[in-house]
Antibody
């Protein structure tokens, strides 16, 4: 069964940085695009970013573009999200989510497996 | 950006009765080249991550009970729970994957009447 486990969340001051990780197992990691999706406390879901299976293509939500960087290590089967210049409105549970396909030719699809999430709190 | 609008925001249904959730996209999510609607439905229970119920507007994910069904095309979609069970209490989201940014509806909370 697909396993995804996020880590790296915590409390950070506005303007600070944080790096999230998502350890993946039980599937061929390099064959699938991977996403980050977040959910502010008591709110709905917001897609953040996606990276193709090879790592060569990335997309971002406008709300994080220029501040967040998605990457992956296919040897370590781990997904990352480097978050810089954090704002109070970035406070959320961050989920990593496996895509239906690799995104080798075409855009991201939807998410068939999700991790339990990691909470990021941006506050002074 | 494609805006996804769900209705109602919440609904209360008696056990065994039908629940219907609507989702409307601001532009068509039907790819004419392959005749597929790039629309998914998720279920989220408190304290849990979302769970994929339906992709391609009407294809149930593995293990999803057949009381859940998706329908619609173009800009108007529906998730139907044919006979509501206690374990179906949750928030339901639609999501389009026709184009980036991927976007979700605001969610519909389903409760027992």
């Amino acid at each position: 069964e697909v396993q995804l486990l996020e880590s790296g969340g915590g409390l950070v001051q506005p303007g600070g940085s944080l790096r999230l990780s998502c350890a993946a197992s039980e599937f061929t990691f390099s064959s699938y695009a991977m996403n980050w999706v977040r959910q502010a406390p008591g709110k709905g879901l917001e897609w953040v970013s996606v990276i193709s299976g090879s790592g060569g293509r990335t997309f971002y939500a406008d709300s994080v573009k220029g501040r967040f960087t998605i990457s992956r290590d296919n040897f370590k089967t781990t997904l990352y999200l480097q978050m810089n210049s954090l704002r109070v409105e970035d406070t959320a549970v961050y989920y990593c989510a496996k895509d239906l396909a690799s995104m080798a030719s075409g855009g991201p699809l939807t998410f068939d497996h999700w991790g339990p999430g990691t909470l990021v709190t941006v506050s002074s | 950006d494609i805006v996804m609008t769900q209705s109602p925001d919440s609904l209360a249904v008696s056990l065994g009765e039908r629940a219907t959730i609507n989702c409307k996209s601001s532009q068509s999510v039907l790819y004419t080249s392959n005749n597929k609607n790039y629309l998914a439905w998720f279920q989220q229970k408190p304290g849990q991550p979302p769970k994929l119920l339906i992709s391609w507007a009407s294809t149930r994910d593995s293990g999803v009970p057949d009381r859940f069904s998706g329908s619609g095309s173009g800009t108007d979609f529906t998730l139907t729970i044919s006979s509501l069970q206690a374990e179906d209490v949750a928030v339901y989201y639609c999501q389009q994957y026709y184009s980036t940014p991927l976007t979700f509806g605001g969610g519909t909370k389903v409760e027992i009447k």
